[in-house]
């Protein structure tokens, strides 16, 4: 160390006492004593979490190259088996810290214990010979297979909607299409001229949906005839679709969906990707009023009473008076919000792409509870189930969650060992949930259709979509739809799919 030449005396006797205490108390800073271990270093293995949510997870401790301290996670709820962690391990007596992902543990009589990244979760580590491996797939029934099955012609990132024996559904090909829910047959099809990646919504005699030209169309159900287009002004938003990782291809943005729109009382009310949310007459397709918000509106919005609330990718939740457009209120995520929030009873359900899972009072925007996915993103919204539960998927957790909307306990978690990222579907039985795959990633995702027991959350069948040589994404990112005894689903790979309902 190079000291100032001015430094006193003193100073340098100061200097050589602090040093000499701080080898003697055992504080590293990530940096190893000559030739002598770590207390800490080795495998340790435990569980962290809050009763409502308590998952087991391990550590390895030791030295890289340069005789750093480092932690390698091993987490299989979030599928990672040797996951060096960012930044180092610093000691500071038999307290260790890694400052990157919020873990801190002190050893005491062979035992770890502290609070770790969700929201300070408290720890508690122990000694183990040996961590956990990735497993391989395993041999799961394919269940019954599609009952019929169509070609769009190009890839399917919307839900269909159903209503009477048809299915309506757009591609990113700029069709839209009114189908056969009995054998998937064409009926008519509308040209909108842009990419379609919203759900529908459908009434008795026409049908509502946005398109990434910049309008929401209403169209005559029974023809497929435009009955007027309102135009959002966001035709010049850029979307980036996932696609393979190239060099100089530039950063995908994951931006793969549009909001649905929504009609109460005569007015629709729909997102759009400058940031906007618009209230429009439906039988007119005039403007009643615009709110102008932050960050993109990609997701549907809910209808509360008075209230209209919805997500941005600004990370902001708003709700605003559905007569006036007038803010009630907005909260700060601190995450984009890519899922569209849900009433469950009478909290409003909501995620972000940063973990965070959060029911709130619609009327006043209180934060009731919170939990974080262990650093999954939560791309799907929550479907209600019975009594207060909720199903939900994420991101790269991998799993399909039923929770409790009242405190927030999970009930059971399934890896369904690809992408949940749509909100699951339900019959009387069965959670249907879209599953996404992706290569190459950190990760092993796979994409399928998998069928869960309700109750038990056990995979009752998987159907696997081949993945195709030279693409990143296989699968499905449309959510499923469950309608007069069939499960509708669009492919990335352009086909509409129709299951029988179990």
């Not at 580590?125 to 297979?145: A, F, I, S, W």
Request: charged share 20%; aromatic share 12%; net charge neutral.
């Amino acid at each position: 160390m190079k000291l100032t030449a001015n430094l006193p005396l003193c100073s340098y006797r100061i200097l050589t006492l602090i040093a000499f205490l701080l080898i003697a108390s055992g504080t590293t800073f990530g940096q190893a004593k000559s030739g002598v271990p770590d207390p800490i270093e080795g495998k340790w293995y435990g569980v962290t979490g809050f009763p409502t949510d308590r998952v087991e997870l391990g550590f390895e401790f030791k030295r890289n190259e340069r005789q750093e301290l480092k932690a390698y996670l091993y987490a299989p709820v979030v599928n990672f088996y040797g996951l060096e962690l960012p930044g180092l391990l610093k000691r500071d007596g038999q307290k260790y810290v890694n400052d990157a992902y919020r873990l801190s543990v002190t050893l005491t009589d062979g035992v770890l214990a502290g609070t770790y990244f969700p929201l300070n979760a408290p720890i508690l580590l122990k000694r183990t010979d040996k961590l956990p491996v990735e497993v391989p797939l395993p041999d799961l029934p394919k269940g019954p297979g599609p009952k019929w099955q169509v070609k769009l012609g190009s890839g399917i990132y919307a839900p269909v909607a159903v209503r009477d024996g048809n299915v309506y559904v757009g591609t990113s090909g700029g069709l839209f299409h009114n189908v056969s829910l009995k054998d998937g047959s064409f009926i008519w099809t509308f040209a909108a001229g842009r990419a379609i990646h919203g759900e529908a919504f459908v009434t008795e005699t026409h049908v509502y949906f946005v398109c990434d030209n910049g309008f929401l169309f209403k169209l005559d159900r029974k023809t497929g005839k435009e009955v007027w287009r309102y135009d959002l002004d966001d035709s010049r938003v850029s979307r980036f679709l996932p696609h393979q990782v190239v060099d100089n291809s530039g950063d995908f943005d994951w931006d793969d969906h549009s909001p649905r729109p929504l009609l109460i009382d005569g007015v629709v009310y729909v997102g759009s990707g400058d940031g906007s949310m618009h209230a429009v007459n439906a039988a007119t397709g005039e403007r009643v009023w615009r709110f102008a918000g932050k960050g993109k509106i990609r997701t549907d919005a809910v209808g509360d009473g008075p209230r209209v609330l919805f997500g941005t990718f600004d990370n902001i939740l708003y709700a605003i008076d559905r007569q006036t457009g007038n803010k009630v209120w907005e909260k700060d995520t601190r995450g984009p919000i890519t899922n569209s929030p849900a009433m469950i009873g009478d909290r409003l359900i909501v995620g972000n792409r940063n973990g965070l899972l959060a029911a709130l009072n619609p009327v006043t925007g209180e934060v009731l509870w919170r939990m974080l996915f262990w650093g999954s993103a939560i791309e799907s919204s929550a479907v209600a189930s019975d009594a207060d539960l909720f199903y939900i998927g994420a991101s790269d957790l991998r799993r399909v969650s039923l929770i409790d909307a009242k405190d927030g306990r999970v009930i059971w978690r399934t890896d369904v060992y690809g992408w949940p990222w749509a909100r699951p579907a339900l019959s009387d039985k069965v959670v249907y949930v879209s599953v996404a795959g992706g290569s190459p990633y950190q990760m092993r995702h796979v994409g399928s259709l998998t069928a869960l027991g309700r109750k038990s959350g056990k995979i009752l069948w998987r159907w696997p979509m081949p993945e195709w040589p030279g693409s990143f994404l296989n699968g499905f990112i449309a959510a499923p739809v469950v309608a007069d005894g069939t499960v509708v689903v669009g492919g990335l790979d352009g086909t509409l799919y129709g299951f029988a309902v179990e």
